[in-house]
């Protein structure tokens, strides 16, 4: 579900100077949280350990590991893994995003309302949702 993760930097990227973000599975469970701070957002999962960050200057957003190593970067709705290589892009439309792999195939949808973000697989199957704090 790396799709997701990027969905919700989309989201971080559109967020005020400090926001919190809880995302939840489509059962309702919690599954994480991020905090955004700035140009920097940070990522943990349900039960709080750190999972990793997204950096963003000047358009560009890096993402990082837990330990810090580098995972890839996302720039004009294109995302690269950590050699360059093409691994996504993002289109945005209204309020909706959708997301293809490298090889342009869909890989999910994003749908924001309000202070809600639904996500959705390829076949339209509800995945989880991120609900501003």
Do not use: C, I, K, N
Not at 83 to 94: F, Q, Y
Not at 100 to 106: E, L
Request: net charge positive.
């Amino acid at each position: 579900m790396r799709w997701l993760v990027l969905g919700l930097v989309l989201l971080a990227g559109a967020a005020s100077a400090q926001e919190t973000l809880r995302t939840y599975d489509a059962a309702g469970h919690a599954t994480g949280r991020q905090e955004s701070r700035g140009g920097t957002t940070r990522f943990y999962d349900s039960a709080g350990r750190s999972t990793g960050r997204a950096e963003t200057r000047d358009g560009t957003t890096r993402f990082y590991d837990q330990a810090g190593r580098s995972t890839g970067r996302a720039e004009g709705g294109r995302f690269h893994d950590p050699t360059g290589r093409s691994t996504g892009r993002a289109e945005r439309r209204g309020d909706t995003t959708r997301f293809y792999d490298g090889a342009g195939r869909s890989t999910g949808r994003a749908e924001t309302r309000g202070d809600t973000t639904r996500f959705y697989d390829p076949s339209g199957r509800r995945t989880g949702e991120a609900r501003r704090q």
